[in-house]
Each structure stands twice: as structure tokens, then as C-alpha cells.
């Protein structure tokens, strides 16, 4: 079984309270964890995260509510980590996919639900009551027209909870219905998935906001790490040089080593006593000097007051690099 194959939980904020003080009794599957992509989410990026997502939410409940002119509610679920490819896999082959810049940030947004809940908000607007089925098929013209309407309005929503975090000015680039045709980032890509709970009149969907980790990272960053005060600046400073300090007291291991070979296993078990092992390092070649099986400096044999020792040297692999480029 290889590390890829683990299982673990993604990392994911609680779910909300509800207002009686009641959690949510939802529960997210487990889903592979691929240690070659560790988590990038801190948990303060998901705090800072979490407090935006969920001011999007009441905003956009207040929005459909009024747009739709039925019962509304959108809740934060949870915030996790994914490659684009993993979340796309996720999907089923028809899903509503709106594709939206960032400006001036780099990259593309997500915002996605049940094709079937897109469809009944168009009935809703258009004065229909937006229950029984809905048509599985791509919209026409009209119909893009008055969800185009809606959605514009919930990226203002989405611009203004996100304000404390960076300036955005959102814009719907497109639409799709097949999540494998929604180019919005690549597929090793990691992304942010903050899913929501929603209630549409009868009709209780998942709906998912992606947004692309690397575009927001510094500005998460930045959130997490707030001009500090002089004295609190003077305080960190005496802390680091404390702990600097103390680092430089630690000991180590350190080896000075022959530069490393391979050796067939056979003669190694063949070894004797009076056997010469040949080590392959010319005479004038510098020893490795590492620590932690990491070199960091190169020595030649001396002697110190009848002990051995290793006198650091530049490195002539380096020297001879740079002067010769």
C-alpha cells in the first residue's frame, strides 16, 4: 500500500450552530489523503476563511430569498482541501458550473450545484412554484439571461465578504454543465472547497465555492499576520533573538566522510579481515562534512595537538561552477 493510498479526514471547519444551539448532525465521509500533496490550509487560513464564507452565506440567503421569492437559507458546511482534478471527480456528469475571474487576482472561481436546483430558480423568478422534476439539459438564451441576473448579484455578495481579506471585483466568465469542461484551474492545482447547505423552496442541495489556493495565499497570509504594535514588534524581536540564542547551543553529530559508494551486497558479505575496500576518493579530494546526512561544508585530514582533525576548505565543485558557468 503506498502513502497515496491512506485514507485519512480532510482537514474541514465545524460545521455551524444552528441558532438553538443544536450542531449540525451532518457527517463528511473520509476521502483519500495524498501525502505527496500535504495540506496547505492552516488552521488559521481556514479561521480567517471560515468567517468570509460564512458572511457570504447569510448575505446570499438574504439575495436568493428576495430574488426568488420563496423560502431561502444557504449554511457554511465545511472548508477543505483538494486537488481541481480530485473535485471534479466528485461531481456527477450534469452539474450547474458558474466560471468567474478574480480580478485583480490571478485565476478562476467556481460556484456549483445540482442542475436541477439552477433550473427551479428560473421557475421561481419566472413565478412558478419550482417544484417536481426539472429539465436535465443545458439552458437557452432566457434562461442564462435570468440566472446570469442572479448570479452577478451573488458575486457582489461574494466580493463584499471577502473585502477584509483582499479587494476583489468578480465576473462571471461562462457557464457549464459538464464539470469535466469547466477549465477553472488545472488538475494538480490545489483548491480551496468551501461546500454549503441550501434550502430552495422544497429542495434541500449541496452547492460548492472553489476558489484557487494559490491566488489567495498571500493575501491569507497578510489576513493572518496584522500589523503589529511597537512593543509587541519589540517583544517578537526579543523572543527570536532568544530562541536563536538557544539554537546555537544545541549540539549535533557531525561526520567528515569519504565521498559515499556502492558496493555489490555480495561482497560485503564476503568481507575478511585484511580485505581492501576500495573507496574510489582521489587523495586531493575534500572529505564531506554533514550532519543528518546533509553536507554543509568540505575538509581535508589534519592534526590538532596529536588529534586528528578536518580543516574546511571551499568547496571546488562550487568554486569550479561559478568561475566557469
Known amino acids: 500500500m503506498s502513502l497515496s493510498d491512506t485514507v485519512a479526514e480532510a482537514p474541514s471547519v465545524p460545521a455551524p450552530r444552528n ?7 451532518r457527517r463528511r465521509e473520509p476521502r483519500t489523503y495524498d501525502f505527496r500533496r500535504p495540506t496547505k490550509l492552516s488552521r488559521e487560513h481556514v479561521r480567517i476563511l471560515q468567517i468570509a464564507q460564512e458572511s457570504f452565506a447569510r448575505q446570499a440567503t438574504t439575495t436568493l430569498t428576495s430574488a426568488l ?22 461531481l456527477p456528469p450534469s452539474y450547474f458550473l458558474a466560471v468567474f475571474t478574480l480580478e485583480p487576482l490571478p485565476g478562476k472561481g467556481l460556484l456549483a450545484y445540482p ?19 426539472q429539465p436535465n439539459r ?5 434562461e442564462s439571461s435570468i440566472t446570469g ?3 452577478e448579484q451573488l458575486l457582489e455578495q461574494f466580493a463584499d465578504a471577502f473585502a477584509h481579506i483582499t479587494a476583489l471585483q468578480p465576473a462571471l466568465d461562462g457557464v457549464e454543465y459538464n464539470p469535466q469542461l469547466a477549465q477553472a484551474a488545472s488538475g494538480s492545482e490545489t483548491v480551496m472547497v468551501s461546500t454549503y447547505s441550501m434550502r430552495i423552496g422544497a429542495r434541500e442541495p449541496e452547492a460548492t465555492l472553489v476558489l484557487p489556493f494559490s491566488a489567495f495565499a498571500g493575501p491569507l497570509n497578510n489576513a493572518a499576520s496584522p500589523q503589529l504594535s511597537e512593543s509587541a514588534r519589540v517583544k ?3 523572543a527570536y533573538e532568544a530562541l536563536t540564542e538557544r539554537l546555537n547551543d544545541v549540539p549535533v553529530d557531525v561526520s567528515v566522510r569519504f565521498n559515499p559508494i556502492e558496493v555489490p551486497s555480495g561482497d560485503l558479505l564476503s568481507l575478511a579481515v585484511g580485505d581492501v575496500l576500495l573507496l574510489r576518493h582521489t587523495q586531493d579530494s575534500p572529505l564531506e562534512v ?8 568540505h575538509a581535508l585530514p589534519s592534526n590538532h595537538r596529536r588529534r586528528l582533525a578536518a580543516e574546511i576548505v571551499p568547496d571546488i565543485a562550487a568554486t569550479a561552477a561559478k568561475d566557469h558557468p
Open 19 to 25: 441558532p438553538d444551539g443544536q450542531g449540525r448532525a
Open 69 to 90: 421569492r420563496t423560502g431561502a437559507r444557504m449554511e457554511l458546511v465545511g472548508i477543505e482541501q483538494f486537488s481541481y482534478d480530485d473535485y471534479i471527480a466528485t
Open 115 to 133: 442542475l436541477d436546483t439552477a433550473m427551479a430558480m428560473v421557475d421561481h423568478m419566472l413565478g412558478g412554484a419550482g417544484a417536481g422534476d
Open 138 to 142: 443545458p439552458m437557452t438564451g432566457m
Open 149 to 151: 441576473h442572479l448570479l
Open 236 to 238: 517578537r524581536q526579543r
Open 290 to 297: 554533514t550532519t543528518n546526512d546533509v553536507t554543509f561544508a
